[in-house]
């Protein structure tokens, strides 16, 4: 099976940057599509962003459109997501996720495997 790894969370200012990386092993991802959710306290978990398995599609949630950039290299069988402009609003665990289809989808119960998220928190 594919285990999944985030890092690069941590605490920000607002209006900073933090870029966070997901690891996959056990298995090539290459073939999968793979998106980020977040979720904050008391609060349903949330699509922020997703690609697709070649990287020639992307989506994003309108809050994080144009301050968030999600990436892949399937040769290194890692996903990324720059954050750019961190807003309070934007604190909460950052769940990276892999999908056995090549194209993404909205919904997190499309997912089969995820992280164990990164928490990041932006202060104002």
């Known amino acids: 099976q594919v285990q999944l790894v985030e890092s690069g969370g941590g605490l920000v200012q607002a209006g900073g940057s933090l870029r966070l990386s997901c690891a996959a092993s056990g298995r090539t991802v290459s073939g999968y599509a793979m998106g980020w959710f977040r979720q904050a306290p008391g609060k349903e978990r949330e699509f922020v962003t997703a690609i697709n398995w070649t990287g020639s599609s992307t989506s994003y949630a309108d809050s994080v459109k144009g301050r968030f950039t999600i990436s892949r290299e399937n040769a290194k069988n890692m996903v990324y997501l720059q954050m750019n402009s961190l807003k309070p609003e934007d604190t909460a665990v950052y769940y990276c996720?892999?999908?056995?289809?090549?194209?993404?989808?909205?919904?997190?119960?499309?997912?089969?495997?995820w992280g164990q998220g990164t928490q990041v928190t932006v202060s104002s």
């Open positions: 996720a892999a999908r056995t289809r090549g194209y993404f989808s909205y919904s997190a119960r499309e997912y089969a495997y």
